[in-house]
């Protein structure tokens, strides 16, 4: 484990369904993150969370919803998905603007179908 | 505007070599330099944290280092395993703490 734990690993969905990812830190960090990676792509940063607030939304379509309700969980309400959401989601958290550096979880590798 | 450049995008070797990983930046006014390792389908596993300051760290077979003045560093791995064939990442952390990955470096290692 690499003290930030995603659930579920793997996730089928169809497009009208409703589900929602989550992630969690126990390491003190005060800032989380969502990243999505898509085959053969970089990473893209979704959402930025600090001190519990959203500071950063990089034009993220309304079907994805994030929540923090506190300094160790994250979550990523999905509903009314596309098949090019297919990716894997990956949750990240940093202490003091990433000073210390940036922990990964392992991911959530989503389908919709 | 950062932009981080790894080269080679893919690498083969047979195991036991020593190997190099070169990563370039262009923007110098970095907090830090991070390398990950991802294997497929997974997600990103830190290797090393080089802060602005610092011009290397070690960590077992790994040494990374760093030159901020000419916007590089590399990755090498010695005596390189089978089970280190993944792809690595380069990553700067900005001053306003905004990561920049570069593409990867995807290394097979073959018995």
């Known amino acids: 484990e690499t003290g930030v734990t995603q659930t579920p690993r793997h996730l089928v969905m169809g497009m009208t369904n409703k589900k929602s990812l989550k992630c969690e830190q126990h390491?003190?960090?005060?800032?989380m993150y969502w990243y999505k990676q898509s085959a053969k792509k970089p990473l893209e940063l979704m959402f930025v969370?600090?001190?519990?607030?959203?500071?950063e939304n990089n034009s993220v379509p309304s079907r994805f919803s994030p929540e923090c309700p506190n300094s160790s969980h994250l979550f990523l309400h999905l509903h009314t998905l596309q098949p090019e959401d297919s990716a894997l989601y990956l949750c990240?958290?940093?202490?003091?603007?990433?000073?210390?550096?940036?922990?990964f979880g392992s991911g959530t590798r989503l389908t919709v179908v | 505007k950062q932009e981080v450049t790894q080269i080679p995008a893919a690498l083969s070797v047979p195991e036991g070599e020593n190997l190099v990983l070169n990563c370039s930046f262009t923007d110098s006014a970095i907090y830090n330099l991070q390398w990950f390792r991802q294997d497929p389908g997974k997600g990103l596993t830190s290797l090393l944290l080089?802060?602005?300051?610092?011009r290397e760290q070690t960590s077992g077979r790994l040494n990374a280092s760093l030159d901020k003045s000419s916007g590089r560093s590399t990755l090498y791995i010695a005596a390189s395993q089978p089970g280190d064939s993944a792809t690595y990442l380069c990553v700067t952390t900005s001053n306003t703490g905004k990561l920049i990955f570069g593409q990867g470096t995807t290394l097979q290692v073959k018995p």
């Open positions: 990240a958290s940093s202490q003091d603007g990433g000073f210390y550096g940036y922990t």
């Open positions: 080089i802060q602005s300051s610092q």
């Open positions: 969370y600090s001190l519990e607030e959203r500071v």
């Open positions: 390491l003190g960090h005060n800032a």
